[in-house]
């Protein structure tokens, strides 16, 4: 049974900064791309930020030069450095991973955890 852990979130002020963690536990072969979604209300859920195996990022436009992804493929976390937060950040933040389990690989979802930024 693989399960995501997320935490760190909260309420913060306008130009703030959180950092998010996530953890993987369970029986876990191997990790492929972890990485941060995100979904405002009334909103579908979006891409905030990736990182690969081999530490390649990738960034939404909006969070460039403000978020910075990383992860430690020993300890199976991703982490998100969220600096500089604007009210359009706010949302409820999810971990994703591709992990394969034991047969085969299959994404994975965080049960989220909530941002507000005050402006």
């Known amino acids: 049974q693989v399960q995501l852990v997320e935490s760190g979130g909260g309420l913060v002020q306008a130009g703030g900064s959180l950092r998010l963690s996530c953890v993987a536990s369970g029986t876990i072969f191997r990790i492929n791309v972890m990485g941060w979604y995100r979904q405002a209300p009334g909103k579908q859920r979006e891409l905030v930020a990736t990182?690969?195996?081999?530490?390649?990022?990738y960034y939404r436009d909006s969070g460039k030069g403000r978020f910075t992804v990383s992860r430690d493929n020993a300890k199976n976390t991703v982490n998100l450095q969220m600096n500089s937060l604007k009210a359009e950040d706010t949302a409820v933040y999810y971990c994703?991973?591709?992990?394969?389990?034991?047969?085969?690989?299959?994404?994975?979802w965080g049960q989220g955890t909530q941002v507000t930024v005050s402006s």
């Open positions: 994703n991973a591709e992990i394969n389990g034991g047969s085969s690989f299959r994404r994975y």
């Open positions: 990182a690969a195996r081999d530490g390649t990022t």
